[in-house]
Each structure stands twice: as structure tokens, then as C-alpha cells.
């Protein structure tokens, strides 16, 4: 979590993993993709995929095809 709050990308996909898989913390994907979305912020390919999942699925925001197909050709294009 420190890692994660000072700013680390990989720490702050971790971290929002932590949150969608409730891996030793309560279970809350909005939590979790706000920290996928700094990570992608900072051109992490995983989260961007995560952010893109997470938005083709409707998973803790509404459902955005278009965003969804957006954040996966940035994941791809990392």
C-alpha cells in the first residue's frame, strides 16, 4: 500500500488486484479500478487491460464497449 500511495505503477496494480481478488482486504472493484486507472496513467499495459475488462464487463462502472476496445489497443500499443 505504501509503495502504491508514493506512486508506483506496478504497486498500484498490485494493490487494485489486491481489491478485485479480496486477497487480504475487502472484496471492492471501484476501489480497484481506481488504482488500475493510475497505474494505466503511467503507461502500465496490465492495467490498462484491467481498465478495459473491467469496462467491457460493466465491473464497477458502466458498461463502455468503446472505452473497453480503447483501453485495449493502449495495452496493446504498450
Known amino acids: 500500500r505504501l509503495a502504491a500511495d508514493q506512486g508506483h ?3 498500484q496494480f498490485n ?3 489486491c481489491y478485485v481478488n479480496g486477497d487480504g482486504i475487502v472484496h471492492d ?15 502500465l499495459a496490465r492495467a490498462n487491460l484491467s ?3 473491467c469496462y467491457s464487463n ?3 462502472v458502466v458498461q463502455d ?4 476496445a ?3 489497443r493502449l495495452a496493446a500499443d504498450q
Open 15 to 17: 494493490l487494485g488486484a
Open 51 to 53: 481498465v478495459g475488462l
Open 70 to 72: 480503447r483501453r485495449f
Open 29 to 43: 472493484i471501484e476501489e480497484a479500478m481506481r488504482w488500475f486507472r493510475l497505474a494505466a496513467g503511467q503507461g
Open 9 to 11: 505503477a506496478r504497486a
Open 58 to 60: 460493466g465491473s464497477g
Open 65 to 68: 464497449k468503446a472505452e473497453a
